[in-house]
Every structure is written in structure tokens, then in C-alpha cells.
């Protein structure tokens, strides 16, 4: 079997600089690449048919490669179109030395690729290349302004596929840190793991390779006192999955850490359907676009040969269309009758309202004609206050007076009373004097 190599990774992981490496080491990634732009400007290596057929597959399931959920749902309709025409792809690379496909999505669509691929008599060469989740969720912010959470599970959930998908076959982890830090003894240890010969040798394009790797690719960079982009409750699984990815660099660890790691995210994506109803709601809608679009494809491929096939089925969906006809009579009548209970509904509520107003302006009459009064009576208050603040003033002045008038008499009579004293004391003793001598001779003379 001829080898054909696979570069697999999420978005802005690096995976267009290790294509881009190993097409200087001589691997083919085909003649409709597409084009470089700003946020790549050394190119994307990747097959612009290959490409088409990734995002038709997508479109046909309901999904996208932003799409987080993709896991979560069967993906197997549209599979055999999508077979088919990748088999007539890897035809065209027949004489290719080294064949070779990047696509990041390919990390969750490998499993279609590997029985195609099988089929054209063609070994997997799998490199699984990984960068910090931070800076892919910071590089997702800048170009697509995605949330931190989302970019980290989209990260989780790539290199997890990649990693599930890619078992049992030949494969090279890669760092982007390695990459960028030195291109040439990557790809020679990529070569070693592989057992592939690159077309062109090391040596030959080691200066090209470290002219095309440089560290001006990085963009963003998780390291220094700026703190790095919030994962939210991705986070945690992404950290795990980060020291998987380190230590499967030089040895991968056992099959069960990583599949630890993917029932740590689908609880995760369970936890986070509220925040997924939107786009659930955007895929449902895909998925009844992709089911017509597939619908209209196989009538055309099946037009010729299946005509009275194609009658029955038309017969078929006018009577769909008479039985929807017929929903929708039924339904619009229920509408009518339901828009006719909302009007008097509508009414009945305006009258409520109306009733309410007049109530509402009665009871501001009556605390307004209950405030003149309260104003009113404080006044009269405030007015009687004064006035018995006056009077007490002047009974107290009153009292002042007759407590005077009462010292003084007192006074008086004190003295009239001292002189009464002195009046008794001289009349008794001049009676004494004069009563009392005289009976004490009558005494002395008998």
C-alpha cells in the first residue's frame, strides 16, 4: 500500500504550518490549493475540492466546523455521496509521491476517509499536530470573535476525534512549540515515527524549512503577566487533555485517559444546553435544508434511469401536499378561531383597563381631596398650638404675679402676727403687774 499522509488538528493549531513543512519536504497536498489570506499568509495547503466536500458533508448533516455539538449527533446521512466523490479525489494522487490532506475538519471526519482510503489501496500517515488551547481560543477571538468556552470546546472536542479516530493507526503527535522551535528535527522525528521517506530530503530543504517555520507565525502567545482568554467550563477538560497531548508527544498514554477526557466533555455539553438553544435551533434548520438538498440530488442522479420510480414519488408528494393542504386548511381555521379569542380577550382587557383608569383617576380625587384636608387640620393645629402656647404664657404670667402678691402677705401677716405677740406679752404684763401685786398684799394683810 502507498503511504498518504493526513495532517490532523484543530484551527489555528498549526496545522497549516506543518503542511506547509512537509510539502517543502516533497509531500503533495494537490494542484486547486487555496489561496492564502491575511490571517494565513503563507497559505492554508489546502484542497480547495477537498475542502468543498468537507462543507457539503457539513451542510448535509446540519452542521459546520464551528459546530460544538457535532458529536453528539449521527452523522451518517449524505455518507455514501460523500464516499464516492472523495474516492474520485484520491484518484488524481495516484502518482503523487507522497500524497497528503489538511483540513482541520478532517479531525472529525476521518473515520469516513479511513475505508475510502482503505479502498484506493492507500496507508494512513497520521500527524496530530496540537498547540495551547488559550491561544487557539485567543487567535478564534481575533479572527471569528468566538467566546472563550466555545473555542475551548471546539479545541477539546478536535483533538479528541482526531486522537479516537486516528487508534490503531500509524501516527505523530506534534507540538507547535516543537514546530515553530525547530522544523527540521520535527519532521525528522515525524519521519521516524511514520516510517515514511520525505520525497525530498532533510538536509536539502532544512534552509527552506527554517525560512517558512519562523516564530512571526505565532500571533498569540500564552505566556507573560497578560492573563490568558477565560475557557470557562471548558477549562478544566482542556487542561487535561493538554497534559495527554504533552507526554503522547514522545510516548502516548493509554487510550482510556483520553476517552476519561471525552466523557468529561459530553457532560459538559450536557451542562450546557441552555446556552446552545440558539444554535440548535440554527442547525435544525440546516438539517431540514440539508434533508431537501439531498432529496433534489438523488431525484437528479436517479432521473434517467428510474422514471417510474420518480412518478410514484411525485405521486406520492402530491398526496403529502394534499394532506399538507389539508393541516394547513385545519390549522388556519384554528388560527382564526384562536385570533378571534384573542380579540375578545383583547376587549375584554381594554374594558378591564378602561375601568381600572377610572378607578385609579377616583382614588387620586379622593387622597388629593384627602390631602387638602389633612393640610387643612394641621393648619387649624398649628393655629390652636399658638394660641394655648399664649395662653399658658399668660396664665403663667398670672400665677408669677399672685405668688408675689402671696410672698408679700405672707410677709405681712407674719408681722402682724409678731406684733399681736408683743401687744400680748406687754398686755399680760401689765395686767400681771397690776392684778397680781395687789392680791399678794390682800394675802399678807388676812
Not at 98 to 105: C, F, I, N
Not at 245 to 256: G, K, M, Q, V, Y
Not at 304 to 328: C, K, N, P, V
Not at 351 to 374: K, N
Amino acid at each position: 500500500m502507498r503511504d498518504c499522509l493526513l495532517i490532523l488538528g484543530m484551527h489555528r493549531s498549526g496545522t497549516s504550518a506543518m503542511a506547509g513543512a512537509s510539502a517543502i519536504a516533497g509531500a503533495s497536498f494537490g494542484e486547486h490549493l487555496v489561496e492564502a489570506q491575511e490571517d494565513n499568509v503563507r497559505g492554508y495547503f489546502e484542497d480547495r475540492r477537498v475542502l468543498s466536500l468537507h462543507e457539503e458533508y457539513l451542510a448535509a448533516i446540519g452542521s459546520s466546523w464551528d459546530d460544538i455539538v457535532l458529536t453528539r449527533r449521527p452523522n451518517r446521512l449524505g455518507e455514501a455521496e460523500f464516499r464516492g466523490d472523495l474516492a474520485g479525489l484520491l484518484e488524481e494522487w495516484a502518482n503523487a509521491p507522497l500524497p497528503a490532506v489538511k483540513d482541520p475538519r478532517l479531525s472529525r471526519l476521518l473515520d469516513l476517509w479511513l475505508p475510502v482510503l482503505e479502498k484506493a489501496g492507500m496507508a494512513p500517515r497520521i500527524v496530530v499536530i496540537h498547540r495551547d488551547q488559550h491561544e487557539v481560543a485567543e487567535s478564534l477571538a481575533r479572527r471569528d470573535g468566538f467566546a472563550g468556552e466555545k473555542s475551548g470546546l471546539l479545541w477539546a472536542d478536535h483533538v479528541l476525534s482526531a486522537e479516537r479516530s486516528s487508534r490503531g493507526f500509524t501516527r505523530a503527535f506534534v507540538s507547535y512549540d516543537e514546530l515553530l522551535s525547530d522544523p527540521v528535527a520535527t519532521l525528522e522525528r515525524v519521519e521516524q515515527q511514520l516510517g515514511v521517506d520525505w520525497p525530498r530530503s532533510l538536509a536539502e530543504s532544512a534552509a527552506e524549512l527554517r525560512s517558512f517555520v519562523t516564530p512571526e507565525l505565532r500571533h498569540c502567545r500564552n505566556e507573560g503577566p497578560r492573563r490568558p482568554l477565560d475557557l470557562g467550563r471548558a477549562d478544566r477538560i482542556c487542561t487535561v487533555i493538554a497534559d495527554l497531548l504533552t507526554s503522547a508527544d514522545r510516548e502516548p498514554p493509554p487510550p482510556e485517559s483520553f476517552d476519561e477526557a471525552g466523557d468529561s466533555l459530553l457532560r459538559t455539553f450536557a451542562e450546557i444546553d441552555p446556552l446552545v438553544i440558539p444554535h440548535l435551533l440554527s442547525v435544525a434548520r440546516r438539517e431540514s435544508e440539508a434533508a431537501l438538498w439531498l432529496a433534489s440530488k438523488r431525484l437528479e442522479g436517479d432521473f434517467g434511469a428510474r422514471t417510474e420510480d420518480l412518478s410514484a414519488g411525485l405521486a406520492a408528494s402530491a398526496q403529502q401536499r394534499a394532506a399538507f393542504e389539508g393541516r394547513i386548511e385545519k390549522i388556519a381555521t384554528q388560527l382564526e378561531a384562536t385570533s378571534n379569542a384573542a380579540s375578545e380577550i383583547a376587549a375584554e382587557l381594554d374594558r378591564h383597563a378602561t375601568e381600572s383608569t377610572e378607578r385609579a383617576r377616583s382614588v387620586d380625587q379622593s387622597l388629593d381631596y384627602l390631602l387638602t384636608e389633612i393640610r387643612s387640620l394641621s393648619e387649624q393645629l398649628r393655629a390652636l398650638g399658638a394660641n394655648h402656647l399664649q395662653r399658658i404664657g399668660a396664665v403663667e404670667s398670672r400665677a408669677g404675679t399672685l405668688e408675689s402678691r402671696a410672698g408679700a402677705l405672707e410677709s405681712r401677716v407674719n408681722r402682724h402676727e409678731s406684733l399681736i405677740e408683743r401687744l400680748r406679752s406687754s398686755l399680760f404684763g401689765r395686767l400681771y403687774r397690776r392684778f397680781g401685786g395687789t392680791s399678794r398684799r390682800a394675802d399678807s394683810d388676812s
